[in-house]
């Protein structure tokens, strides 16, 4: 059985930064795509960041993250990172990690090829 734990939300000032982790259990995400999506009250889950399973690490923002966000992954710890710098009110969301359905390549922006996902970490950006 597949586990992703997330961790590292909080309540943080405008133009302060988080780091969000992803411990999985039970699959090696060596070879999969690892995802964070994002989900504001009132709108659809987006997706924010990807990083492929290739030893390459090929990594994919939205746009509105781009400069600001780092997403990583420890391969001995089986865990991913999303670092967020410089952050602003409308980051304002639960945030939420997922691992792909099948092993590279897929889409990594679409929501349907990722098959396991977290709880969810709030993260809230104080104006």
């Known amino acids: 059985q597949v586990q992703l734990v997330e961790s590292g939300g909080g309540l943080v000032q405008a133009g302060g930064s988080l780091r969000l982790s992803c411990a999985a259990s039970?699959?090696?995400?060596?070879?999969?795509?690892m995802g964070w999506f994002r989900q504001a009250p009132g709108k659809e889950r987006e997706f924010v960041a990807s990083i492929s399973g290739w030893s390459g690490g090929r990594k994919d923002y939205v746009d509105s993250v781009k400069g600001r966000f780092t997403i990583s992954r420890d391969r001995a710890k089986n865990t991913v990172y999303l670092q967020m710098n410089s952050l602003k009110p409308e980051d304002t969301a639960v945030y939420y990690c997922?691992?792909?359905?099948?092993?590279?390549?897929?889409?990594?922006?679409?929501?349907?090829?990722?098959?396991?996902w977290g709880q969810g970490t709030q993260v809230t950006v104080s104006s």
């Open positions: 997922a691992t792909a359905q099948r092993p590279d390549p897929i889409n990594s922006r679409f929501r349907s090829e990722y098959a396991y």
């Open positions: 039970g699959r090696s995400l060596s070879q999969y795509t």
